[in-house]
């Protein structure tokens, strides 16, 4: 059974910083794909970043890049996303996901991936 916990959440300051994390057991690690995405208030769920499994590259949403970095350690089975210059519209629920088999084209649809953490919250204010 996969299980992904997040952590890492919280209230920040607009320009501030928080790095979440998510831990992932019952998995061969290296063999997924993990990504971050978030739900604002009111919306759907949103693709954030993600790393394909085996080096396959990192890739981010145009709403984060050079904001917030993606990072893995498949010896500690964590993946990671460290989030710079926090702004109000980063506010929403992050959840971390997994998925053994996903495709390129797929990485940014939520529908693909099979597993799930619980959500952390993050909280920027103006």
């Known amino acids: 059974q996969v299980q992904l916990v997040e952590s890492g959440g919280g209230f920040v300051q607009a320009g501030g910083s928080l790095t979440l994390s998510c831990v992932a057991s019952g998995v061969t690690f290296n063999s997924y794909t993990m990504a971050w995405f978030r739900r604002a208030p009111g919306k759907g769920r949103e693709f954030v970043a993600a790393i394909r499994r085996a080096g396959g590259g990192t890739y981010y949403a145009d709403s984060v890049k050079g904001r917030f970095t993606a990072s893995r350690d498949n010896a500690k089975t964590t993946f990671s996303l460290r989030m710079d210059s926090l702004n109000p519209e980063d506010t929403a629920v992050y959840y971390c996901?997994?998925?053994?088999?996903?495709?390129?084209?797929?990485?940014?649809?939520?529908?693909?991936?099979?597993?799930w953490g619980q959500g952390t919250q993050v909280t920027v204010s103006s």
């Open positions: 996901a997994a998925d053994r088999g996903i495709i390129l084209s797929s990485l940014r649809m939520p529908d693909q991936y099979d597993w």
